[in-house]
């Protein structure tokens, strides 16, 4: 069974850029979360979305945003880039949204600015 | 979204037995207890979660406290492989898919 796969792995912009991430989730899962991880602030929650619609957002900018397609793929959006937007951005995926149902990650897209 | 609180960092010998402790005193009755461990250079790695009875997998077991107060992941036999950033959750039983991750337990493993 394939796991969560995310699109771009590795990617260099400068400051100013937009970016677009994707994830695919794993076949059936219906909810798909994300994440930034940096070496100060750890893994922070940035949005989670189920059945195409946003549930919980975490406390980042309007420069970030992301949606859900029909087919739970999902896509993540940063507009006007900044330095401190250089992280690894984990992208999770999970059955429903049940406490009891476990997320499953993807391996990241570390996003370098320049 | 109630708190863990876990050691910093914790050492073992290969194909020893480790104990991995989690506090969550304020826990609610419907909160789930999760644990993610992270490998190097990889996104977190769901290891194994329970309610209120002890737990076994494949990977490891789960030891909740009867007052649910606390938990212990075991790794029955360690090996390099284990080592990684090991992170206790609280999940509220409907309360979607937000993660609250804390800075984990780095466990270091000896050949």
């Known amino acids: 069974k394939a796991g969560v796969t995310q699109t771009p792995r590795y990617l260099i912009k400068t400051r100013g850029q937009q970016v677009t991430l994707s994830c695919s989730p794993i076949s059936g899962h219906r909810s798909v979360s994300w994440y930034q991880q940096t070496p100060g602030q750890g893994l922070q929650f940035l949005f989670e979305y189920f059945s195409e619609t946003q549930r919980n957002k975490g406390n980042f900018p309007g420069r970030f945003s992301g949606r859900q397609f029909s087919n739970s793929r999902s896509e993540m959006n940063v507009s006007t880039l900044e330095l401190g937007d250089s992280a690894l951005y984990l992208c999770?995926?999970?059955?429903?949204?049940?406490?009891?149902?476990?997320?499953?990650f993807g391996d990241g897209t570390r996003l370098s600015i320049l | 979204d109630a708190k863990t609180t876990q050691p910093n960092s914790m050492e073992s010998n290969e194909e020893e037995p480790v104990h991995l402790p989690c506090n969550h005193s304020t826990i609610s009755g419907t909160d789930y207890i999760h644990w993610y461990r992270q490998l190097p250079s990889q996104g977190p790695e769901y290891v194994i979660h329970g309610l209120t009875s002890n737990v076994n997998n494949r990977m490891a077991s789960l030891a909740i406290a009867e007052d649910r107060k606390s938990s212990t992941l075991i790794l029955h036999r360690a090996t390099l492989r284990d080592a990684a950033v090991y992170y206790c959750i609280l999940r509220g039983g409907n309360a979607g898919n937000m993660l609250t991750f804390g800075g984990g337990t780095r466990l270091m493993v000896k050949p």
């Open positions: 999770a995926s999970s059955l429903g949204v049940f406490g009891n149902q476990p997320q499953h």
